[in-house]
């Protein structure tokens, strides 16, 4: 018997900005329309730093996604995720490990502001404006903790109407609510194709490389997979044993033929028995 959704999980939000160092001239844009005989033909955008020196912050943002992804499952319209509530202390004490970090190259990256602005001065030439660049860009880099908020309920809704006109409105959001949740489990079986599909691919095909991360993912995914897996699914927890099963070190398929063959093979059965919608 699963668990209401209210009491397994939470709703996890991340909202990171950063400065893109981009500045529309209009009066460049306006000269290139008149050079080609256009209207308004394009923009030009003129980068203001070295798009280098921003690149650490974009990494960090980046894996911070990636890592909000593979920890949640896709909830509403609004960025929302939904968080297991077994996985909230590593996915809270990893976000942070990425706030610190990101923290600390926008203090590198305040540090060198001033010489960035000085090497724009040549980079830029003639399109270089003192104007263009703020007199600090702390404020333009942000990283917050992750806004946490529960699951919905239908008994949250209170409204002075009708009762048939609340009721049916409660019953609406019941039954999006349980379709949510199925799409939950639609979502891990999606998860698990990839891996599995992957894995017969590269060694199935004995010219492909075998890189660390097929077994890796895998690895990963059937680690978080009990958690994500809020429906408690059965299927989709045997599913998971038999993967883990199968999994060998990378060295050893790279280093053995026929036990690459054999790996093929369990990882195709596995991928045929899994449901596609």
């Known amino acids: 018997m699963s668990t209401p959704l209210q009491d397994s999980a ?47 912050t974009a990494k960090i943002e980046g894996a911070a996604r990636a890592y909000l992804y593979k920890m949640t499952h896709a909830w509403g319209d609004n960025g929302e995720r939904l968080l297991p509530a077994a996985l909230f202390l590593d996915f809270s004490q990893t976000m942070q490990q990425f706030r610190h970090e990101f923290d600390a190259r926008v203090r590198d990256l305040e540090a060198e502001y001033p010489s960035l602005i000085e090497e724009a001065r ?68 999606s998860r698990v194709r990839e891996v599995v599909q992957r894995m017969t691919e590269r060694l199935g095909n004995e010219k492909s490389p075998i890189y660390d991360s097929l077994i890796g993912n895998a690895h990963e995914l059937i680690s978080v997979l009990p958690a994500l897996n809020l429906t408690n699914d059965p299927e989709l927890n045997r599913v998971a044993a038999e993967l883990q099963s199968i999994l060998v070190p990378v060295d050893r398929l790279r280093q053995d033929k026929r036990l690459r063959a054999d790996t093929a093979a369990k990882a195709d059965a596995i991928l045929a028995r899994l449901p596609w919608a």
């Open 10 to 56: 939470m709703l996890v939000t991340l909202t990171i900005s950063q400065w893109t160092a981009r500045k529309h001239d209009k009066s460049i844009s306006l000269e290139v329309d008149k050079t080609h005989g256009a209207k308004d033909g394009g923009r030009y955008n003129k980068l203001l730093i070295r798009k280098e020196a921003l690149e650490p």
């Open 122 to 189: 040549t980079r830029l030439g003639t399109l270089y404006d003192p104007k263009d660049y703020p007199a600090s860009i702390k404020d333009k880099f942000n990283f917050p903790p992750p806004a946490v908020t529960p699951v919905p309920s239908a008994n949250d809704f209170r409204v002075n109407l009708n009762t048939d006109y609340v009721e049916a409105i409660k019953k609406d959001i019941t039954e999006r609510l349980q379709d949510r949740q199925r799409d939950t489990l639609k979502q891990c079986w």
